[in-house]
């Protein structure tokens, strides 16, 4: 697809809106907060404690390259009886690459219109019980100009990104395996301080690292047990400079019993964050937290009935219980034809920093939340159709205002404002039509501050994607159509962002046995427009790039 960041891939999903730069990437699950989407990276927990550039935390998606990714999985809607604690609008699940039969190098370039470079390159393999993977990549942009409105030096942000990924898998019997799983991005950037002047450069740093044990005991029963740590570090020119640090123990067992898999959990998690004295004369702050966990799930399909039960108790360690469920039911009441209902709570510890930082307070409660959704799906071959209408009310939401002083900064504090209801209907689906691929998905979205009636903040209440695909001789052309409706900048709904549409188009050609070109121009158009108010979008990019991969 020629897709550069994760984030300009989930933007192409239904029920998914996405913001890509400006002060942080976000992801916005059926309009529920980017903060309340779960990342996870082979199974690892992706998060950060950070205030500074998203609200309370929430995942750094401008920190995982898609160039060592091989796929991506979507959840939507509440999943805390399975994941936990922040999964309250949605999961994204990214695998990286893994090791196949034999010795396979790869290797890719590509140039950008915007003056951006990027080079790939790794080798996987497997062979004797061994399976391995490495990738090394890098990004190197000159940037645009995020903030006309300010007169600022440079003139343009550049960002440099570096990335290295580590895969080693060994196959000790028929029946255990371990894997173990490293990867550390580096982002360097720019970006405009509030009021102008000369840029900021800014450092964030993540480095994952995993251990796992999968043993299969007998015919029917298995287990995974897994340890990890993920370190998330941002610094920059304020100074900002903040540690996120996340240490996990997962030990799972699945039974085969007749006609279903019973699941079964235990689960550690312990959070850590410190923050140095900031450029607004704020003092240093550690926190630290854990919760533990213990989950049970049941599926069974049986005819034309499909279930799923899950339950799960965690206790933090700082706000005691929370019991959440989840339970679906799948009906296929015609051939091809499926109807289907669920049901699923969820919640979000506050962070360290909403607890402890200036504007923070010990007296926040952590947000849950309750989601209802039914629908209908048709397959039928590459024939495919699906209507999906959901409702989510989230309670005890947390926000900051300038108004708040109840904090020892005296403002910008951060409390809980009540309730919001998310409610919306998604319509999508496919279809081969001679020697055309197509594809739709049409979001209507009401993301309402159940409190004040106002709509919740830079959420479209429309948005279509479009895309049609075709080989001609041994090009694959593409072409896009996205629409997105007006927004508000602001929870007051006083600053109006403009509806917009972008076309992009892509090609790509083998060259030989080895070799692949691909070619792609986004915002064919040149459209002007708005993700957050005043920060700037690109213009017409067109990027070419060459992948060689041995056959």
Same mark, same amino acid.
């Given at each position: 697809?020629?897709?550069?960041?994760?984030?300009?891939?989930?933007?192409?999903?239904?029920?998914?809106?996405?913001?890509?730069?400006?002060?942080?990437?976000?992801?916005?699950?059926?309009?529920?907060?980017?903060?309340?989407?779960?990342?996870?990276?082979?199974?690892?927990?992706?998060?950060?404690?950070?205030?500074?550039?998203?609200?309370?935390?929430?995942?750094?998606?401008?920190?995982?390259?898609?160039?060592?990714?091989?796929?991506?999985?979507?959840?939507?809607?509440?999943?805390?009886?399975?994941?936990?604690?922040?999964?309250?609008?949605?999961?994204?699940?990214?695998?990286?690459?893994?090791?196949?039969?034999?010795?396979?190098?790869?290797?890719?370039?590509?140039?950008?219109?915007?003056?951006?470079?990027?080079?790939?390159?790794?080798?996987?393999?497997?062979?004797?019980?061994?399976?391995?993977? +490495?990738?090394?990549?890098?990004?190197?942009?000159?940037?645009?100009?995020?903030?006309p409105d300010l007169s600022h030096n440079p003139s343009t942000e550049a960002y440099t990104q570096r990335n290295v990924n580590f895969h080693l898998g060994r196959q000790l019997s028929g029946l255990h395996r371990v894997d173990t799983h490293m990867m550390d991005s580096q982002l360097d950037s720019r970006y405009v301080p509030w009021n102008g002047g000369n840029d900021y450069q800014a450092k964030a740093h993540l480095n994952l690292a995993s251990l796992k044990w999968r043993a299969r005991w007998s015919e029917t029963y298995s287990t995974d047990l897994s340890v990890s740590q993920t370190r998330i570090a941002n610094r920059d020119d304020m100074p900002n400079d903040y540690v996120t640090t996340l240490?996990?123990?997962?030990?799972?067992?699945?039974?085969?019993?007749?006609?279903?898999? +019973?699941?079964?959990?235990?689960?550690?998690?312990?959070?850590? $964050?410190?923050?140095?004295?900031?450029?607004?004369?704020?003092?240093? $702050?550690?926190?630290?937290?854990?919760?533990?966990?213990?989950?049970?799930?049941?599926?069974?399909?049986?005819?034309?009935?499909?279930?799923?039960?899950?339950?799960?108790?965690?206790?933090?360690?700082?706000?005691?219980?929370?019991?959440?469920?989840?339970?679906? &039911?799948?009906?296929?009441?015609?051939?091809?034809?499926?109807?289907?209902?669920?049901?699923?709570?969820?919640?979000?510890?506050?962070? +360290?920093?909403?607890?402890?930082?200036?504007?923070?307070?010990?007296?926040?409660?952590?947000?849950?939340?309750?989601?209802?959704?039914?629908?209908?799906?048709?397959?039928?071959?590459?024939?495919?159709?699906?209507?999906?209408?959901?409702?989510?009310?989230?309670?005890?939401?947390?926000?900051?205002?300038?108004?708040?002083?109840?904090?020892?900064?005296?403002?910008?504090?951060?409390?809980?404002?009540?309730?919001?209801?998310?409610?919306?209907?998604?319509?999508?689906?496919?279809?081969?039509?001679?020697?055309?691929?197509?594809?739709?998905? &049409?979001?209507?979205?009401?993301?309402?501050?159940?409190?004040?009636?106002?709509?919740?903040?830079?959420?479209?209440?429309?948005?279509?994607? +479009?895309?049609?695909?075709? &080989?001609?001789?041994?090009?694959?052309?593409?072409?896009?159509?996205?629409?997105?409706?007006?927004? $508000?900048?602001?929870?007051?709904?006083?600053?109006?962002?403009?509806?917009?549409?972008?076309?992009?188009?892509?090609?790509?050609?083998?060259?030989?046995?080895?070799?692949?070109?691909?070619?792609?121009?986004?915002?064919?158009?040149?459209?002007?427009?708005?993700?957050?108010?005043?920060?700037?979008?690109?213009?017409?990019?067109?990027?070419?790039?060459?992948?060689?991969?041995?056959?």
């Amino acid at each position: 697809m020629g897709a550069g960041t994760i984030t300009d891939l989930l933007n192409r999903l239904p029920g998914v809106q996405t913001i890509t730069g400006a002060d942080a990437a976000r992801v916005y699950i059926r309009g529920a907060d980017s903060r309340m989407t779960a990342l996870y990276v082979d199974g690892v927990r992706v998060d950060t404690q950070d205030g500074a550039v998203r609200l309370g935390g929430g995942a750094p998606w401008e920190l995982l390259s898609l160039s060592q990714i091989e796929r991506v999985e979507v959840l939507r809607g509440p999943a805390s009886a399975v994941y936990g604690s922040n999964a309250m609008g949605g999961v994204v699940q990214s695998f990286t690459r893994r090791g196949e039969a034999g010795i396979q190098p790869y290797a890719s370039f590509g140039v950008s219109s915007t003056t951006t470079r990027k080079l790939t390159s790794g080798l996987s393999g497997s062979g004797q019980g061994w399976d391995y993977s +490495l990738g090394l990549g890098i990004e190197d942009s000159d940037g645009i100009n995020t903030r006309p409105d300010l007169s600022h030096n440079p003139s343009t942000e550049a960002y440099t990104q570096r990335n290295v990924n580590f895969h080693l898998g060994r196959q000790l019997s028929g029946l255990h395996r371990v894997d173990t799983h490293m990867m550390d991005s580096q982002l360097d950037s720019r970006y405009v301080p509030w009021n102008g002047g000369n840029d900021y450069q800014a450092k964030a740093h993540l480095n994952l690292a995993s251990l796992k044990w999968r043993a299969r005991w007998s015919e029917t029963y298995s287990t995974d047990l897994s340890v990890s740590q993920t370190r998330i570090a941002n610094r920059d020119d304020m100074p900002n400079d903040y540690v996120t640090t996340l240490q996990g123990v997962l030990f799972e067992n699945r039974v085969r019993l007749a006609g279903g898999v +019973l699941t079964a959990a235990l689960e550690e998690k312990a959070d850590a $964050f410190q923050a140095q004295a900031d450029g607004n004369a704020n003092p240093a $702050f550690n926190g630290k937290r854990s919760q533990n966990a213990s989950a049970l799930g049941y599926g069974i399909q049986s005819g034309f009935h499909a279930l799923q039960f899950n339950v799960r108790q965690d206790r933090d360690s700082l706000f005691g219980s929370f019991q959440t469920g989840a339970a679906s &039911y799948g009906y296929a009441f015609v051939p091809r034809w499926r109807a289907t209902f669920s049901f699923g709570s969820a919640f979000r510890a506050p962070t +360290l920093e909403q607890l402890y930082s200036q504007y923070g307070s010990t007296q926040l409660q952590p947000e849950t939340n309750r989601s209802l959704e039914t629908g209908v799906q048709y397959a039928q071959g590459t024939e495919k159709f699906k209507a999906v209408v959901y409702r989510n009310e989230v309670n005890n939401m947390i926000t900051s205002a300038q108004s708040e002083t109840g904090c020892l900064a005296g403002g910008f504090c951060y409390y809980n404002v009540g309730r919001a209801v998310i409610q919306g209907i998604t319509f999508s689906g496919s279809q081969q039509w001679g020697a055309y691929a197509l594809r739709g998905a &049409y979001d209507l979205l009401d993301p309402r501050d159940d409190i004040s009636g106002r709509d919740l903040s830079l959420r479209a209440r429309q948005m279509i994607n +479009l895309g049609v695909d075709r &080989y001609v001789a041994q090009w694959r052309l593409g072409a896009e159509f996205k629409g997105v409706g007006q927004r $508000f900048n602001n929870a007051a709904n006083s600053e109006l962002l403009p509806a917009y549409s972008l076309f992009n188009v892509v090609m790509t050609r083998p060259l030989g046995r080895d070799w692949k070109i691909v070619a792609r121009a986004d915002n064919l158009a040149n459209t002007k427009y708005q993700q957050v108010l005043n920060y700037a979008t690109p213009g017409r990019t067109v990027f070419v790039g060459l992948n060689w991969q041995p056959r």
